[in-house]
């Protein structure tokens, strides 16, 4: 990147990207504190408000939150029960601000083993948030990048239109979006924890040691920036100089 190029707002280089969080570290948060692990998630609230906030000035398009695995049921139920009652707060006091603000608001994971009272406040925010034309942010709740490639499966094979696209369309009615352009690791861990796989093919990758309650603007603007950096070339070879 040149120094030019540097100097431009991040949302005048590369518009409309589809960047992907997975918010780990917060129960880490808070016992390096003394705290209980859910006051870590109670702060993780706040992160999620920044990072919103923020996304509009890096070119963000799409912003999908990594928040509760389907491998999360293994946690202690004590823990879980804390967590759901976070998520409903949450969308009960906060998302229905980000849609106020413009902010498309929508959750992706299974539905059927959520709280009511939780399930009840994301389908009301869901039905106040402006149409998808705007910024949207998506929440994935008890969500399975590989359930989401079975259930996608399942119905390819009834389907005679054997194509990598159709395939991408029924990832997306399960789901699904368009392909991940950066997928960002909070917490310093080095995997992927059952994002969705398909989509993330040919996403740059970024890993930070900030754990998710610490996060804020200057860690995704560098996060994107790095991302800007980066020479995309998909499997090919860049174009040859002219002779």
Known sequence: ?????????????????????????????????????????????????????????????????????????????????????????????????????????????????????????????EGESPAKECMQVRFAIDYSGREAILDAARQFRQTPDASPEKFARLLAASGGEADIDLLIRTGGELRLSNCPLWEIAYAELYFTPALWPDFGPADLQAAVQDFQTRDRRFGRLPALAAS
Do not use: Y
Request: proline share 6%; glycine share 8%.
């Open 1 to 125: 990147m040149s120094n030019s190029q540097r100097d431009q707002p991040l949302n005048l280089l590369r518009p409309g990207l589809h960047v992907a969080i997975i918010m780990d570290g917060s129960g880490r948060w808070a016992v390096a504190r003394g705290l209980p692990r859910v006051e870590g998630h109670r702060a993780g609230r706040a992160a999620v408000r920044r990072t919103v906030a923020a996304a509009p000035q890096c070119g963000i398009r799409v912003l999908t939150l990594f928040t509760f695995s389907t491998d999360n049921w293994g946690r202690p139920p004590s823990e879980v029960a804390e967590l759901m009652r976070v998520f409903e707060r949450f969308f009960r006091v906060d998302a229905p601000a980000l849609a106020g603000d413009g902010v498309n608001v929508s959750v992706v994971g299974r539905r059927d083993r959520l709280p009511d009272s939780l399930l009840d406040a994301i389908e009301k925010v």
